[in-house]
């Protein structure tokens, strides 16, 4: 697509609760990024992905939070067992791989989830 | 550890430039963005460096010194809708993008 998609753009769900967020690159990156803001505040790195692989999850808050990509495409947020501290909205970005040199390769952001536990 | 710093917030006027500073301590350095996020928005890129010293773009500018671990963006004849958080992120040897909590701009007219 011209951009990265992401869907639900809303989502309204009950505590303990699962809810599952997708991501979809902009075709060709092989660089995925998930990130949390919170209202005011700044961007909380999630997890990062390059191609199918995850070279670095520490950003996941706890076990109840999970991520994948397949087919070095799609990527899915899942968070098991939602709960009220887990709203926010979630940002995915996207990006080409840096080959060296000027090249820019900065990442491009879906417009995000707002999710809302109640 | 790997960190970012920038101002959480400054105040401008309408018409007049300013500065927004950004110093990183990184494992390596492949290049630094800054992005704008207007509120309730996505970020969306600015600029970009990866060589030492100034790049223009319209009315807004960014330079970088590697050595000095230390960038700014530079914002000519403020307007009204430049009032949004300007956000500094590095990559890392890694791969990986470092980001700073922000600056969130005011302007006033």
């Known amino acids: 697509g011209a951009g990265v998609s992401q869907s639900p753009s809303n989502k309204v769900t009950e505590k303990g609760k699962d809810v599952e967020l997708r991501c979809d690159p902009i075709s060709g990156h092989t660089a995925l990024y998930w990130y949390r803001q919170s209202l005011g505040q700044g961007l909380e790195f999630l997890i990062y992905?390059?191609?199918?692989?995850?070279?670095?999850k520490s950003g996941l808050p706890s076990d109840r939070f999970s991520a994948e990509r397949t087919g070095g495409s799609v990527s899915t947020l899942t968070i098991q067992r939602t709960q009220q501290e887990d709203s926010a909205v979630y940002l995915c970005a996207s990006s080409l791989n840096w080959r060296g040199g000027r090249m820019n390769t900065e990442a491009f952001f879906g417009q995000g989830t707002r999710l809302t536990v109640v | 550890g790997q960190n970012i710093d920038q101002p959480t917030e400054m105040t401008a006027t309408e018409g007049a430039i300013v500065q927004i500073n950004c110093t990183y301590q990184?494992?390596?350095?492949?290049?630094l963005f800054w992005y704008q996020q207007h509120a309730g928005e996505a970020p969306t890129f600015l600029s970009y460096n990866v060589l030492d010293g100034l790049e223009e773009k319209g009315r807004f500018s960014s330079f970088l010194s590697r050595s000095k671990g230390y960038s700014y963006l530079l914002l000519k004849e403020l307007q009204m809708k430049d009032s949004a958080s300007y956000l500094c992120?590095?990559?890392?040897?890694?791969?990986?993008?470092?980001w700073g909590a922000g600056t969130k701009l005011i302007i006033k007219p």
């Open positions: 992905f390059q191609g199918n692989s995850a070279p670095d």
């Open positions: 992120a590095v990559r890392d040897s890694n791969y990986q993008l470092i």
């Open positions: 990184t494992s390596g350095f492949n290049g």
